[in-house]
C-alpha cells in the first residue's frame, strides 16, 4: 500500500473514530541500524536509515479539555483530559506513547486549554525491531506541535521523542531510533555521535536496497544478557581509566591501550571493548566507503561487523550466523550484518536493486532447512523523516 493510500485509509478511519475531519496529519517513519553494534552507550558512532514504512498520525483539536486516542492497532479508545495525564496500562498501554509526547510539550511550556482527537495508522509492524515506538513519538510530536502551533526543529523533535521513552517510559534506549526518524532523508543515512548527538547525513547508493531478514528468535534472557554486556563495556572502562584518568568513554580508547590493562583481567571484557573500539572506527570506515560511492567495500565492513559481533561481543546466535552465511553467498548482496541488540532479531543485507523475490525465496528456503523456521522479509528503501502531510 502506498503512502498516498494509508493516509486516505486514515483520513477516514479519524472520520469514523471521531465524525470530524482532521486538522492534520504527519508521517514519521522505523528504522535499521545499519552499523555501529552496541556503540551507542559507549559513547561512539552509529549509523541507521529510514525505511520507507511509517506511522501515520492525524489530528485535531477541541473545544473542551479531552484528550482522545484511537490507532487501527487497536479496538480501544482511550482517554484522558489536560488535568488527569496518568499512564495507561494493560491493553491501553499504547497510548502512553501519544500522551508521552502531549505530556513532554507541557513540560517545554506548551499552555493550552484544548484537548485533542488523534488517530493513528501504520505499514511500519510493531515490535519487530524497526522502532514503531519511535516511529510513532516523532510522527505524533511533529503532529501536536503544529496542531498547538509551536516551532519544532528536527533536533526538538528527537529529543522530546527520547524523553517519552526514556523519561515518561522509563526506556533507557540511545539516539539511534529517533534520530533516523526524525532527520533521515531519501537515499541518505544518518550518522550520529553519540557523545555529542551530531547528526550528519551520509549518501547511500540509490542503485541499493536494505532487506531486512527476521530471524523469528527471542531469546528469553536477551535483558540479562544485554545488561551483563553493559556491565562488561563499563568494566573495560573502569580499567582502561587506571591508566588514562581523562578516558570519558569506551569508544575513544586506543585499541593499544587493551595490551596494557592488567594481566588478570578477564578475557570477555578485553573482547567486548576491543568490538566497541574496532565498530566505531569501522562506523568512521563505513562513512568514507559510502562517500565515495564504494559498495563493494560497505559490503564488507557489514560482513566485518557481523564477524566481530560473532566472536568479539559475542552477542550473536546460530540462526543469525546462518542468515549471514547463506546471504553472503546469494547473488546480488554486498554484505550482510546482525542489525540491533542480538541474541536474535534481525540481520540486515545491503543488496543491489536486482534482488528480488527469487532471491527471498531462496534464503527462505535455506533459513527454513537450516533451523525449521519461516523467515520474515522486509524490503525496504532509504526514505525520508517525519514530515507533515497534505490532509485532502
Ligand atoms: P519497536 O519500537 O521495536 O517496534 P517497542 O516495543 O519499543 O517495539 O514498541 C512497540 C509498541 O509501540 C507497541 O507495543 C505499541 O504499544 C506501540 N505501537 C506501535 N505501532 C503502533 C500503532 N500503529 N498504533 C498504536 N501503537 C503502536
Ligand atoms: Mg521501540
Avoid at 318 to 332: G, K, N, R, S, Y
Avoid at 340 to 357: D, M, P, Q, R
Wanted: charged content about 25%.
Amino acid at each position: 500500500m502506498t503512502s498516498s493510500q494509508i493516509q486516505h485509509r486514515l483520513t477516514e478511519y479519524f472520520r469514523s473514530a471521531y465524525g470530524t475531519d482532521c486538522d492534520l496529519l504527519a508521517r514519521a517513519p522505523g528504522r535499521v541500524e545499519f552499523i555501529g553494534n552496541h556503540t551507542d552507550y559507549n559513547g561512539g558512532l552509529v549509523m541507521g536509515a529510514a525505511i520507507d514504512r511509517s506511522i501515520f498520525a492525524a489530528v485535531r483539536k477541541r473545544d473542551d479539555a479531552a484528550l482522545r486516542f484511537a490507532s487501527e492497532f487497536s479496538p480501544e479508545r482511550p482517554e484522558r483530559r489536560l488535568d488527569d495525564l496518568s499512564k495507561f496500562d494493560g491493553e491501553q498501554s499504547w497510548a502512553n506513547y501519544p500522551l508521552g509526547v502531549f505530556a513532554t510539550l507541557l513540560n517545554e511550556g506548551l499552555r493550552t486549554e484544548n484537548g485533542f482527537d488523534l488517530a493513528l495508522a501504520s505499514d511500519l509492524p510493531a515490535g519487530a525491531g524497526l522502532s514503531s515506538s519511535a516511529a510513532l513519538e516523532t510522527g505524533v510530536g511533529l503532529a501536536l506541535a503544529s496542531l498547538y502551533g509551536l516551532e519544532i526543529s528536527k533536533a526538538d523533535l528527537v529529543r522530546i521523542g527520547r524523553a517519552v521513552e526514556n523519561d515518561f517510559l522509563g526506556v533507557p534506549t540511545g539516539p539511534l531510533d529517533q534520530s533516523c526518524s526524525g532527520f533521515g532523508e531519501r537515499n541518505q543515512l544518518v550518522f550520529i555521535d553519540c557523545r555529542t548527538l551530531n547528526v550528519e547525513l551520509v549518501p547511500f547508493p540509490a542503485e541499493c536496497r536494505i532487506h531486512i531478514f527476521n530471524s523469528g528468535i527471542s531469546h528469553a534472557l536477551v535483558d540479562s544478557l544485554y545488561s551483563k554486556r553493559h556491565d562488561e563495556c563499563r568494566e573495560a572502562l573502569r580499567l582502561l581509566r587506571q591508566n588514562q584518568s581523562d578516558l570519558e568513554h569506551l569508544a575513544d580508547a586506543p585499541e593499544s591501550a587493551l595490551d596494557a590493562l592488567p594481566s588478570d583481567t578477564p578475557a570477555d571484557v578485553i573482547k567486548r571493548a576491543r568490538h566497541v573500539i574496532r565498530e566505531n572506527q569501522r562506523v568512521l570506515t563505513t562513512r568514507t566507503a559510502l562517500t565515495e560511492g564504494d559498495i563493494e567495500r560497505t559490503g564488507r565492513l557489514l560482513i566485518e561487523s557481523h564477524e566481530s559481533s560473532r566472536t568479539l561481543f559475542e552477542n550473536s546466535c546460530p540462526e543469525l550466523d546462518t542468515l549471514v552465511e547463506i546471504l553472503a553467498e546469494t547473488p546480488h548482496v554486498h554484505g550482510a550484518r546482525l542489525s540491533g541488540g542480538g541474541f536474535g532479531g534481525t540481520v540486515i543485507a545491503l543488496t543491489s536493486e536486482a534482488f528480488g523475490a527469487d532471491e527471498t525465496r531462496r534464503v527462505q528456503d535455506a533459513y527454513e532447512k537450516a533451523h525449521g523456521r519461516r523467515l520474515e522479509t522486509l524490503a525496504c528503501n532509504v526514505a525520508d523523516g517525519a514530515e507533515l502531510l497534505p490532509t485532502d
